[in-house]
């Protein structure tokens, strides 16, 4: 402020103000002010004002006349009023800026004050003592410069004056930066120094304050900032690799030297990438195994590189540098993919040793082209040999020659190699000799693995004369079937004389006829030498000479002699010898035996059979039984059944011999269903054993009857099915279809009958399973149907199956229901004045429907603003409009006390329900004139700190009550928590009473109480809102100060890692608080968020590389710049290590070998593989994965170490292992890493040589062999390989000098001659040693036993026995005694019967084998055979051919059997009831196996032959024959059981009785009789649903069967199938195409009854049905619309509008309409008769109401009696009106303003006034216009908008007119026209467009130059038309003023004298007089007074 005094003038006198005036702080220094006088100062620096106008008068000169003393006005004498006043805006609000002095010469008391609104908003003044306070704060960067007019006044007048007062800056503004947030994208590669971004910030102080520098904050070591131009340079190289991005902080300071401010900005640097980044290899190493057999194709492995470029990675071409032998494997240039490229073999030498490859990644550019950036690698792919390859012979065929004799172990001189290309396991194979013979020679080794030379050695004697050659196969197999090496061996014998004859068999055994013929060839003997030449010549003689048969020397052919008697001789037994060339014998024996001739042919007792069985019968079930007899003797009469054909199932009939009878049985149960037929036909051969076998045949037919045996099934156990509810009655809902898997009709598919239980709304039809509705359905009474229905087949009793399903039928809703009102109408009371949202009433409708069927939604109809409804509750609440009971407007009052309500269902049709519900509201009444607050809201704003006594808020309250009742007091509530403040209970007036504090209570909510002073008294309450403004006092407090945080270092970018917690007590932007890391932060790892306080990860973290963080924290808040205060925060974050790296082993393949008897846990190998992450995840186990099947091995899973597992080696299992060694650090999971391991197993001699055979026998040496024979080869295999599987071979023990051993073949020969006599058998022990030590050995025995050898016969002392023996003998009889004796009596002789000999006879009869006595063992039964035949065998032992001889028995019968019924015998037949007298019925076969009249049997009839119906007829002694007797009936008898007898002829005879039943089959004789032949009547409703029975006819059938199965049918009267009938059930019911009454009303229908016989018979019967009506057809209105259209106003009154008419086909009161408005009946506008349709008006219809249409929804119901089967129809009536103008133009108040407009502008807008027309179309269009207070027709208003404003050309003049009263019409274009008029005042504002005029000048004035200083010169006059400060003149001396002799006061426009005058030195003053007026927009006038002295 000081810089705008000025220096005191030196002319200044003795009323001279003290210079130091006063303080204008109250708490700061103090500052001198300095006054002048009224003179301008000399060599000042005043601001000079350029007048706009100035007026020159003329000069005056005017004698100095003393003046009167009335009243002088006073005047300012502050210098400011000449110059400016300076204030800081920093001066606090409250201080005294400046006191305003004036002098009043009179001495009156001075009132100062302030003029104009916003000088008062910002200064006051205190009217006593002139003290100016600053009322705001000031900012100067807002208003720079103020013009205050204060005024002071006496008691007679005012005067003004105008002061500029300049606002100096303070350094109040900190730097503001643009445009932000600050951002920018750089390169990586951006060079040192390259300016990359420029900030900008500006501070609008002034000088220092406004200038800004610019710095990071903290410091950057890569970027840096000009500090004057804020452009971002970079100073230190950048790597996208090692940070992404930066955040920097930059400051802006301005350069104040006392207080700099600074703002902080945050600048996001992002680095992109750059391609400076060679590319690596990841997952190394890349070293691999491959199979050999891999096809080509194969990925051998995934070769991937990666840019280390992060940010835009390149992608990376492979290429193979180095090492792809033959191009064998191929690199995919862009993925990466190694394959292979061709055929891998191992065995190929150029991939044996594997490949070394070198694979180079290049990075590619965006075109795909290689780029510089490469890196390389190499890596080792061994070949993994694969089983593909067979073993292969050195030759592929080898012949060699050897004599015959050559000794076993020979060997033979063949060079065989063998070899498989393979390595290890996969060359191990096995070689052997494949062929007839192969056993003749051995080969070793056997088991060769690689490579070996194969050695042939002879194993047993050969024999040229056996096997003159061998050919053999020789093998070289490995365990795949594929691989086999092959080689053809040829060995040649040379032959030597070493063979005897040899008989082509040791017995020849040949039969004949005893009817063959002399000459008759019997056989050819054959003996064979295989010598050749003369020893291989053989020569035949008979050692005796019979006399019926010759034998040829050189052919050896017999012949016959002599004929053949089979009863003389059976037997003939003949000896050969047969001679070589060389003298060598041989005999040979022949056994001719004499057969009987066979010439009868078997003959069956019966031309067919026929036999019956049930479906499933258990198995071995006799069917038939039949017998045939042959007439020859014994073997030709023995008879074998079997079966030759059968039609179906042939593997189910077996036939076996019982008693001579040929049984038919089933082993198998038999399914009906799968006979075709029931029937299957057999055909039986009977065929004897007569050589050629004669045969007869038989047909047997077996009859299967079916067996109730399967159930009815459903397709479905359950059916769940929805229908709609309305559906219609005997409408189909279902089909449903039960299989039964029976074939016969009686318990088959078509005898399944259905049957439903459950609901009565449902049947089914019995035959057709179809579910049908009876009735219709309702879903509201119930909506789930739960159906059992049973399907049973034609069973009876147990016997019946049946099916069961379950049938869910859910009825589907439709809204088929009408909301209904509960509780309505409703009656409430509601208090006036009711607040809005307010509960008033809920009305409640139901609607038993479900869903959006069932959904109701409320409305108010018609519209009432004073309520509103929930459309879903029903709750009623009200609206914004008030409650007023005393509302004049009879409309509104009507729909304040009256709600109506609507509901409709939110079905498709929606229905509502059929009558509205009304709410009566009774309003009660409330006193409602209370004070009332005006200056709401009440929040009163001050800062904390202040004062107390200090202004808060001035309350205000009026009432519109008089006198006391509307003076109002004020007071705040009793019990405020805190009395900090006082009110004014006068005024209102709020103030403080204690210094307030902001973080203690931030809001004070006073409760502030206005009342009356009425009786009784009304008082309102309101809520002072008291906000204590923030000032910044505290400081960001971080709570914790220290974090502690865990982080796993595999967080994803931009991972929250901590929200810190910092908070500030302050608010607004004093607790703004911003965050910024400034430690810790060395790679820029992490963020925080600058406003969240969130700090997060900028990239990815690396446990490896930085394995902590200690980041420094800082919040800082937004308090005012130099103010600010600040926090900090340590967060520690430790990184966790997150299992990111997988171990690696050192080397890429490890290799042991070890012997294979290694000892368990024995180290092998150790592998080691490491891992960079740590703890546990860094710790590194190791497993075996794969190749260790058999736990040969077990790792360490810490250390690595392969040591021998539980189970030892075996190289002769495998010589060796591949492992697979997987490290890794968690059990399941990517981590991990593998290795192969190959160990290889080296042969140690553990194994024993093993031989074939514990012991080997050689069983029957002859006693005669020579010495060298060959007895035996023993063989032992060794599985070592070398010396340790050589073999040799030595005979331990029990050789006793008689055998020895080849040691290299384990040949065993004799070498002495052996004798039975002295030692028949030998056992040895053998071993076998192999050759490397230990030299295991292994042992077997060899047992040999020798051959004694026989030459004579045995013979018997008879040629031939016989026997004669009774039947039932007793067991143990002896029948006889045979005796052999031999004469070599070597032997025992024993005694057996024959083999051959009749199994019969063998079970009956037994021989001691020592005494040759044949007794009984067996029960004899001559019935069984009466004759046998035995052939006993005597043998000693001998080489020679056994003795034998027959022995024949007779048996004699005796009478023992009773007559058996044969299982033939018919036991149940079934006979049509129309059989002829004399049919037979049925046939029974009896035998007795007695002989002679024992067995004759003999019938008759015993019982049950009812009616003698039956007769019974025996035939052959065997046969019953049962015919008809009598005619039959089978409704009279329906089944006969005849007992029948079968007697022999025995004395006394014996007897069996076999029941027979009859069946008597029904014939179709009856026709249908029908219960009510002559007809029936019935009626049914129409309309009724599907399936809904009408009638049932009943008819019944005598016959039985088929023959009584009724089928019924319509057969006439049915024409449009709206009936169906059910055939089987007879029941007559609707189809779902219901009857229509209206389309037919009777029916005759013709019902024909028919039975299943052939041919079928009828009858017929009429059905009479008459359909009644029912209400099925709605109303149909004439139009779906009618419409008329009429005028608005009275003459709609009572008025009728239209008729309506519906028309109901239906008869009755169905088709009886009445009629009703349901909709659109607004205020209950229309009437409509109920029964005529006719429409009238009961009230004036108003086009503003309907908004120009009425739409009414009219319905028509028909009067069904049966209310909610009732029908309606709606329609639509439109009532259209026409509008007619009655409604005026009427606007919102009838005066509006006064609207200020300023004078002198061009067309200013005033304002727009709009009226409102309730009207439509032309009748509701307004026009405006001007109609009076417009004398000069300045103002135009647009007729359209009502827009008011002066005219364009046209400028007003507030001094022509001040004020304007305007008259707006409003007329709208009805015919005839309505207006209305309003009246607008405009006020015209004054501007400064009038220069002041001085009223009095020029003039001339004498003046005494003694004239004292401040006496009175003169007084200029002047005025000025303007008013206000355009009026307000200030009176100044402009020149001629020399030496300030005279000044001026510049508001009266007083001159006086300033200082003394000097006529001497100044004799005229020509001073020139300026007169201003408003200093903002000055014009002057100007005048030239000349003073003179006298």
Known sequence: MASGCLPRSPGCGRDSVSPLLFDLHSTGPSVPMRRERFGMPRGGTMKRHTAASNLLLSLLVLELVPLGQGNRLPYFINYFFDTYLLINEDTPVGSSVTQLLARDLDNDPLVFGVVGEEASRFFAVESVTGVVWLRQPLDRETKSEFTVEFSVSDSQGVIKGTVNIQVGDVNDNAPRFHNQPYSVRIPENTPVGTPIFIVNATDPDQGAGGSVLYSFQPPSSFFAIDSGRGIVTVIRELDYEVTQAYQLQVNATDQDKNKPLSTLANLAITITDVQDMDPIFINLPYSTNIYENSPPGTTVRMITAIDQDKGRPRGIGYTIVSGNTNSIFALDYISGALTLNGPLDRENPFYSSGFILTVKGTELNDDRTPSNATVTTTFNILVIDVNDNAPEFNSSEYSVAIPELAQVGFALPLFIQVQDKDEGPNSVFEVYLVGNNSNHFIISPTSIQGKADIRVRVAVPLDFETIPRYEFSLFANESIPEHVGFARVKISLINENDNRP??????????????????????????????????????????????????????????????????????????????????????????????????????????????ALRENEPSVTQVVRLRASDEDSPPNNQITYSIVHASAFREYFDITVSEGYGVISVNHPLDYEQVVNGVI?????????????????????????????????????????????????????????????????????????????????????????????????????????????????????????????????????????????????????????????????????????????????????????????????????????????????????????RIVVSVTDCGRPPLRATSSATVFVNLLDLNDNDPTFQNLPFIAEISEGLPAGTSVFQVLAIDLDEGPNGWVTYRMQVGMPRMDFLINSTSGLIISTTVLDRERITEYYLRVVASDAGTPSKSSTSTLTVKVLDVNDESPTFFPAIYNVSLPENVARDFKVVRLNCTDADVGLNAELSYFITGGNQDGKFSVGFRDGVVRTVVSLDRETVASYALILEAIDNGPTGNRRTGTATVYVTVLDVNDNRPIFLQSSYEASVPEDIPAASSIVQVKATDADEGVNGRVWYRIVKGNEHNNFRINP?????????????????????????????????????????????????????????????????????????????????????????????????????????????????????????????????????????????????????????????????SSYEAVIMENIPLGSEVLRVQARSIDNLNQITYKFDPNTNAQALSLFKINGITGVITVKGQVDREKGDFYTLTVVADDGGPKVDSTVKVTITVLDENDNSPQFDITSDSAVSVPEDSVVGRRVAVVLARDPDAGSNGQVTFSLTAGNVGQAFEIRTTN??????????????????HYTLRIQASDGGVPPRRKEHTLRVTVLDVNDNPPIIDSPLGYNVSVSENVGG?????????????????????????????????????????????????????????????????????SLSATTKVFVTILDENDNAPVFQQQLYEVTLDEGPATLNATLVTVQALDRDEGPNSTVTYAITEGNILGTFYINSTTGQIRTLKELDYEISHGRYTLVVTATDQCPIASRRLTSTTTVLVNLNDINDNCPTFPRPYEGPFDVTEGQPGPRIWTFLAHDGDSGPGGQVEYSIIAGDPLGEFVISPVEGELRVRKDAE????????????????????????????????????????????????????????????????????????????????????????????????????????????????????????????????NARILTCWSFP
């Open 681 to 897: 036909y057999l055909t039986v051969m009977a065929k004897d054993a007569g050589n050629p076998p004669l045969n007869s045949t038989v047909p047997v037919t077996i009859e299967v009857f079916d067996e109730n045996d399967n159930p009815p099934t459903f397709s479905k156990p359950s059916y769940v099915i929805a229908v709609m509810e309305d559906i219609m009655a005997g409408a189909t809902v279902l089909f449903l279809n039960a299989t039964d898997l029976d074939r016969s009709r009686e318990y088959g598919q078509e005898s399944i009958i259905y049957s439903l239980e459950g609901s009565s709304h449902f049947r089914i039809n019995a035959r057709s399973g179809e579910i049908t509705t009876t009735s219709l359905l309702d879903r509201e009474a119930k909506s789930e149907y739960i159906l059992i229905v049973r399907a049973v087949d034609g069973g009876v009793g147990h016997h019946q199956k049946t099916g069961i399903a379950m049938v869910n039928i859910t009825l589907l809703d439709i809204n088929d229901n009408y909301p209904t009102w509960k509780d309505a109408p409703y009656f409430i009371n509601l208090v006036e004045m009711t607040p809005p949202n307010s509960d008033v009433t809920t009305v409640v409708a139901v609607d038993p429907d479900l869903g959006e069927n069932g959904t109701v939604v409320y409305s108010i109809r018609p519209p009432n603003k004073f309520y509103s409804l929930n459309s879903t509750s029903g709750k009623i609440r009200t609206s914004g409009v008030q409650l007023d009971r005393e509302n004049p407007n009879p409309q509104e009052a009507e729909l304040m006390r």
């Open 502 to 611: 040899v008989f082509s068999k040791a017995l020849y055994n040949v039969s004949l006829p005893e009817n063959a013929t002399v000459g008759t060839t019997v056989l050819q003997v054959h003996a064979t030498d295989n010598d050749v030449g003369s020893y291989g010549k053989v020569s035949y003689f008979f050692s005796d000479d019979p006399d019926r048969f010759s034998l040829d020397k050189d052919t050896g052919v017999i012949l016959l002699m002599a004929r053949l008697d089979f009863e003389t001789m059976q037997r003939y037994t003949l000896t050969v010898i047969a001679r070589d060339g060389g003298g060598e014998e041989t005999a040979g024996r022949i056994r001719i035996n004499v057969l009987d001739v066979n010439d009868n042919v078997p003959t069956f007792q019966k031309e067919a059979y026929l036999g």
């Open 1517 to 1534: 002694d065997t046969y019953g024959e049962v015919l008809v007797a009598r005619p039959l009936d089978r409704e009279l008898l329906d």
């Open 1587 to 1655: 399936g809904t029975a009408v009638v049932q006819v009943r008819a019944t059938d005598r016959d039985a069967g088929l023959n009584s199965v009724l089928s019924y049918y319509i057969t006439h009267g049915n024409e449009d199938l709206t009936f169906r009938m059910d055939r089987v059930t007879g029941e007559i019911a609707t189809r779902p195409s219901p009857p229509d009454r209206e389309r037919q009303s009777s029916y005759c229908l013709l019902v024909t009854v028919e039975d299943e016989g052939t041919p």
């Open 1198 to 1358: 810490s250390s690595g170490l392969l040591m021998r597992g539980v189970r030892p080696l075996d190289r002769e299992q495998n010589s060796s292992h591949v492992l697979e060694v997987e490290a890794y650090n968690t059990e399941h999971g990517p981590m991990r890493s593998s290795v192969r391991v190959i160990v290889y197993v080296e042969d140690v001699n553990d194994e024993v040589p093993v031989f074939t055979q514990r012991q080997y026998n050689r069983l029957g040496l002859r006693e005669t062999a020579g010495i060298g024979t060959s007895v035996a080869v023993v063989r032992a295999t060794d599985r070592d390989t070398g010396n340790g599987g050589l073999v040799s071979y030595q005979i331990l023990s029990g050789a006793e000098g008689k055998f020895e051993i080849d040691e290299s073949t384990g040949l065993i020969t004799t070498i002495d001659y052996l004798d039975y006599e002295t030692k028949t058998s030998y056992l040895m022990n053998v071993s076998a040693t192999d050759q490397a030590p230990p030299n295991n050995q292994g042992f077997c025995s060899v047992y040999v036993s020798l051959l004694n050898e026989l030459d004579e016969a045995v013979q018997f002392s008879n």
């Open 1852 to 1979: 007003l003049d507030r001094e022509n007119i001040p004020f304007y009263n305007l008259t707006i019409s409003a007329r709208d274009r009805g015919v005839p026209p309505l207006s209305s008029t309003m009246l607008v005042g405009v006020r015209v504002l004054d501007i400064n467009d009038n220069d002041p005029v001085l009223l009095n000048l020029p003039m001339n004035i004498t003046l005494s130059e003694h004239a004292p200083v401040s006496s009175f010169v003169t007084r200029i006059l002047a005025q000025d038309a303007d008013q206000g400060p355009n009026a307000l003149l200030t009176f100044d001396i402009t020149a001629g003023n020399k030496e300030s002799a005279f000044y001026i006061n510049s508001t009266t426009g007083i001159i006086y004298v300033n200082r003394p005058l000097d006529r001497e030195q100044v004799a005229e003053y020509r001073l020139t007089i300026t007169v201003k007026d408003n200093p903002e927009n000055i014009r």
